[in-house]
Each structure stands twice: as structure tokens, then as C-alpha cells.
């Protein structure tokens, strides 16, 4: 039987990942196999530098063209990295990737007027100690408004289904957690800004959402903890198998997923055959 060392930390994309598809998390998570990025993941990820580019610039100086010109030098900084060199796009499809990017900017500046935006952290790094386990996460931008603090999410996929808005949410308000325990209170407001299709939807935590994150973050915790002293990480199979990079290594496909640490880095072109 394999056993695995057990994580000391956990974020709120690694809670979703274990619930989602704990196989999938044992190959990301505990044994480290650095997937390939895909074009949604590194679109997300350059707007966000461009947004959190803009938003170093004071209140006055946010105009629309300063969010052109930081979307185009996030672009000019992703020219030479992994995340977009190891897509292997050809020209025509840089382009239109580069304009997917502006698409999602115009769209931005039609939900909200940056210059009324009081940023007080952006890409801020925070976490909190419950017990044996550190809580870490990255708030996109914290801000205050009207002398409250309010969180913001940016998201670059579609907006979910108001069956799946809850589930969506659950990151947003483990963010609000982490705020409470590291500033002493709250956050007025959560706010989750669907740049594809222009919607923002916005709800107001208190201490039953942030203990509902409390408990179910110990919960995943254990049953971590549980998968890695047992060895037993199941694959759960869903609709997330399509993009699923593990998936030659997932028994529900035929695959062996001992052998994924071997020879995923070779197929993700990461080392030499
Ligand atoms: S293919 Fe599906 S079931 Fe298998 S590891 Fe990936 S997400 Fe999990």
C-alpha cells in the first residue's frame, strides 16, 4: 500500500479539487505532477495580471486606455511564458487568443468604474492557522467601500447556473474567512465579476457562511488526511473528465494511475522521453 505525505495547507482551489475528483488531486496535489495549461486557464490567468497591473495606478489615472495598454503589456509578458509558449499556438491563433483577452477588458470596463474603486490589496496573498492546517488563498482584490472591506473575484469562464451559484460562491466566502481571521471582521460584501458575459453576482457573508467554511474545510481536510494514510484516492468520474490531463492515468479510462508520476512529465513535454 502507498501512503502519502499529508498536505500542511489548503486553498480554496485545492478544497474543490479534492471534492470534484480526489484521484485528480492526488496526481495535482500530493504527488505534484505539473499539468499542461490549457488556453481558458492561461486566458484567466493574463487578464488577471492585467487587471491587477491597472489597478496599481491611482484612482484618476484608471482611464480605458490605461486598461489597453495593461492588458497589452500582460500580453508582452506572456509572449515568453510557459503558460502560453507551452500551448503551442500558431500566429493566427495567438491573435485571436490576444483579442479574446481584449474582448474580456471591453467587457470589464462596462461593469464598474475602476476610478471608483478603492483597492486596498490586489493578488493579496493571506492565510490563517485552524488547528493543525494552514488556510491560504489569494484575494484578487480587496477593497474598501464606504469604510467596509469588499471582496473581488474575477472570473473569466461563464457564469454559473443559479444551481451551481452556491457551489461557486464557496470559494469567494473561504476568502471571507480567511478575512475574519486575519483582520478581525468580516467583509460587507463577496462579489464574483463574470467578465464573459458581464454579470456580477454579489452576496453578504456572516458568521454562519464563514462557519459553514470553517467546518467544511475540516472536513475535506480529514478526508485528505484519510485518502493519504490509506493510499486510497478515488477517481469520480464527471463532465470534468473531458479536460481532465490525467486522464490516460485514471482507471475509469483503463489507465494506471502509479504510472501517472512517470510518464505524465514526458507526455506533457516537461522532460525528455
Ligand atoms: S479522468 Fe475524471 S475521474 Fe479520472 S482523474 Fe481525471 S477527473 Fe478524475
Given at each position: 500500500?502507498?501512503t502519502?505525505?499529508?498536505?500542511?495547507?489548503?486553498?480554496?482551489?485545492?478544497?474543490?479539487?479534492?471534492?470534484?475528483?480526489?484521484?485528480?488531486?492526488?496526481?495535482?496535489?500530493?504527488?505534484?505532477?505539473?499539468?499542461p495549461?490549457?488556453?481558458?486557464?492561461?486566458?484567466?490567468?493574463?487578464?488577471?495580471?492585467?487587471?491587477?497591473?491597472?489597478?496599481?495606478?491611482?484612482a484618476?489615472?484608471?482611464?480605458p486606455s490605461?486598461?489597453?495598454?495593461?492588458?497589452?503589456e500582460?500580453?508582452?509578458?506572456?509572449?515568453?511564458?510557459?503558460?502560453?509558449?507551452?500551448l503551442?499556438?500558431?500566429?493566427?491563433q495567438?491573435?485571436?487568443?490576444?483579442?479574446?483577452?481584449?474582448?474580456?477588458?471591453q467587457?470589464?470596463?462596462?461593469?464598474e468604474d475602476?476610478?471608483?474603486?478603492?483597492?486596498?490589496?490586489?493578488?493579496l496573498?493571506?492565510s490563517?492557522?485552524?488547528?493543525?492546517?494552514?488556510?491560504?488563498?489569494i484575494?484578487?482584490?480587496l477593497?474598501?467601500?464606504?469604510?467596509e472591506?469588499?471582496?473581488?473575484?474575477?472570473?473569466?469562464?461563464?457564469?454559473p447556473?443559479?444551481?451551481?451559484?452556491?457551489k461557486?460562491?464557496?470559494?469567494v466566502?473561504?476568502?471571507?474567512?480567511?478575512?475574519q481571521?486575519?483582520?478581525g471582521?468580516?467583509?460587507?460584501?463577496?462579489?464574483?465579476m463574470?467578465?464573459?458575459?458581464?454579470?456580477?453576482?454579489?452576496?453578504?457573508?456572516?458568521?454562519?457562511s464563514?462557519?459553514y467554511?470553517?467546518?467544511?474545510?475540516?472536513?475535506?481536510?480529514?478526508?485528505?488526511?484519510?485518502?493519504c494514510?490509506?493510499?486510497?484516492?478515488?477517481p469520480?468520474?464527471?463532465?470534468l473528465?473531458?479536460?481532465?490531463?490525467?486522464?490516460?492515468?485514471?482507471?475509469?479510462?483503463?489507465?494506471?494511475?502509479?504510472?501517472?508520476?512517470?510518464?505524465?512529465?514526458?507526455?506533457?513535454?516537461?522532460?525528455?522521453?
Amino acid at each position: 500500500m502507498t501512503t502519502y505525505d499529508i498536505p500542511t495547507s489548503l486553498s480554496p482551489s485545492r478544497v474543490e479539487s479534492f471534492t470534484s475528483c480526489p484521484l485528480a488531486f492526488r496526481f495535482a496535489n500530493i504527488e505534484k505532477i505539473d499539468d499542461p495549461p490549457t488556453i481558458h486557464t492561461t486566458r484567466g490567468s493574463l487578464v488577471h495580471r492585467a487587471l491587477e497591473l491597472a489597478y496599481r495606478h491611482p484612482a484618476e489615472a484608471r482611464t480605458p486606455s490605461l486598461f489597453e495598454s495593461s492588458i497589452d503589456e500582460a500580453i508582452a509578458e506572456y509572449h515568453e511564458l510557459p503558460d502560453l509558449t507551452r500551448l503551442h499556438l500558431t500566429t493566427d491563433q495567438v491573435t485571436a487568443f490576444e483579442q479574446q483577452c481584449r474582448v474580456l477588458m471591453q467587457n470589464y470596463l462596462r461593469m464598474e468604474d475602476p476610478r471608483a474603486v478603492r483597492p486596498i490589496g490586489l493578488e493579496l496573498r493571506l492565510s490563517a492557522t485552524v488547528g493543525d492546517l494552514t488556510l491560504r488563498g489569494i484575494i484578487d482584490r480587496l477593497e474598501l467601500r464606504e469604510g467596509e472591506l469588499v471582496v473581488t473575484d474575477y472570473k473569466t469562464g461563464r457564469a454559473p447556473s443559479v444551481n451551481w451559484e452556491l457551489k461557486s460562491m464557496s470559494g469567494v466566502h473561504f476568502y471571507s474567512f480567511l478575512c475574519q481571521a486575519v483582520f478581525g471582521r468580516l467583509p460587507a460584501a463577496i462579489r464574483l465579476m463574470y467578465l464573459s458575459s458581464g454579470e456580477t453576482i454579489e452576496s453578504t457573508p456572516n458568521e454562519r457562511s464563514a462557519r459553514y467554511v470553517a467546518t467544511r474545510t475540516a472536513a475535506v481536510w480529514k478526508a485528505v488526511e484519510r485518502a493519504c494514510v490509506t493510499g486510497d484516492f478515488k477517481p469520480h468520474p464527471s463532465a470534468l473528465c473531458a479536460s481532465c490531463s490525467f486522464q490516460p492515468w485514471c482507471p475509469s479510462f483503463g489507465g494506471t494511475p502509479d504510472l501517472a508520476h512517470i510518464e505524465a512529465p514526458v507526455a506533457f513535454g516537461l522532460t525528455a522521453a
